[in-house]
């Protein structure tokens, strides 16, 4: 007689998994297709001549090559930048780039200008894209996490332009993912952050609010020594620069007219979006500062609330960070990588709540559909993100679906 031996029935549970694996896997395919695809076309880092591709990176080179000539306030100077810029790949004043970056950044700058231009565009990602890869990883704290960080939409914005995005994103979320066992290293994280202050402004406050005092110390003489190092290297000279066009820099962002237009759809805060709707402004400087003003005391109430998983706490921090400031690009929302990371570590460990794969996955969607529409992508994925930490919060203190997860 034969005995038959039933299949084993595969749960919902396994499937919801498999398939989240397979949507992250098929991301990342797609981001490594379409960028063979686009080197191949000679549309990255070099053109079909063999000349450097005017793009993000040639801002930071040039900067990189006046610091080394003795001459790194110049930088800050439009005309003198500009030439600079021209120099590496000529392009048109419309498409000018200038360097905004507080003068600790030129240094990098200065390192990635002693090789060649295409040599140092590949270094500056081989160097950014790991720290990426393993803060997510760590962040999830399990091999899936490889999958997240290489399929998150975000990587080609950065990949393409060699912009900055895998350095903030790093640098956030290392700051968060060591703050209750390292707090000096997640310090050191912040002080380094400080190459872009934008995103460092709520830090202070919600530490304190945690009591992470330790943190803050590291933070603020990771800060003072990197500017010191600045002035020892460079002298003071490009601070006096930096702070003098600062000014000018503001109104040419955020006023829309200078000579050079402002394209609102790629910015991707509050602001933009009210200007680029076609308000004015005074109107979108009063939305940006009330939900700025909003996101603060949300997150310090949060902070404040021992009962909630800190995952959730720091998920909604890297969120808060991109709501609060009005100068966020798409290549800068790397960051809400961050915050997909730590949600999908409690997902790791009680399971996904119900609809939350379907909501990371629209996030996605709405990146990749993004160049198609010429809109703002950055508010609505947020605005995903925070209903998202909102259901978990919820049902993490009892409320109705408490015990609707389902374990991986």
């Known amino acids: 007689m034969t005995v038959g031996v039933a299949a084993p029935t595969r749960t919902p549970a396994a499937a919801r998994l498999a398939g989240f694996h397979l949507a992250c896997f098929g991301l990342l395919i797609a981001n490594i297709a379409y960028l063979a695809a686009l080197a191949i076309a000679h549309g990255w880092i070099l053109d079909d001549r063999g000349a450097p591709i ?3 990176f040639t801002s930071v080179y040039a900067a990189g090559r006046l610091a080394l000539e003795g001459n790194a306030a110049a930088a800050y100077d439009w005309t003198l930048h500009y030439l600079a810029e021209n120099a590496v790949s000529a392009h048109s004043a419309v498409d000018y780039l200038g360097w905004h970056y507080p003068p600790p950044f030129l240094m990098i700058a200065a390192l990635l200008a002693t090789l060649a231009y295409t040599p140092a565009f590949l270094v500056w990602i081989a160097a950014t894209l790991p720290l990426y890869l393993v803060a997510i990883r760590t962040i999830v704290g399990d091999r899936i996490g490889w999958l997240v960080g290489g399929a998150f939409p975000c990587l080609l914005p950065n990949v ?6 895998f350095l903030t994103a790093s640098l956030i979320g290392g700051a968060l993912a060591f703050l209750e066992q390292n707090p000096v290293v997640a310090g050191f994280c912040l002080g380094l952050l400080t190459y872009k202050p934008q995103f460092g402004i709520l830090f202070p406050l919600l530490l304190a609010a945690g009591g992470h005092w330790r943190a803050i110390g590291a933070a603020a003489i990771t800060a003072a020594a990197l500017g010191l190092a600045t002035v020892l290297v460079f002298g003071t000279s490009p601070w006096i620069e930096f702070l003098h066009w600062l000014p000018r820099t503001s109104r040419a962002l955020f006023s829309g007219e200078s ?6 759809y790629k910015f991707q805060s509050m602001y933009a979006l ?3 709707l076609g308000g004015g402004a005074t109107l979108a400087w009063a939305v940006q500062l009330a939900l700025a003003a909003a996101t603060t005391i949300a997150l310090g109430v949060l902070w404040r609330r021992d009962r909630l998983p800190y995952e959730l706490k720091a998920a909604a921090t890297a969120t808060g960070v991109l709501l609060v400031t009005p100068y966020v690009y798409l290549y800068d929302l790397t960051v809400l990588a961050v915050a997909a990371a730590f949600l999908i570590r409690l997902a790791v460990v009680s399971g996904f709540a119900r609809g939350e794969a379907a909501g ?3 996030i996605a969607a709405l990146f990749l559909f993004m160049p198609f529409f010429a809109m703002p992508v950055g508010l609505p994925a947020a605005t995903i993100m925070v209903a998202l930490m909102v259901r978990r919060a919820y049902s993490s203190q009892g409320g109705p679906g408490a015990q609707r997860f389902v374990a991986i």
Do not use: M
Request: a negative charge.
């Open 160 to 165: 393409i332009p060699g912009q900055n995005g």
């Open 259 to 264: 000579q050079i237009p402002t394209e609102w």
């Open 274 to 276: 009210v200007r680029l």
């Open 54 to 56: 005017h793009t993000d």
């Open 360 to 362: 990371l996955a629209l």
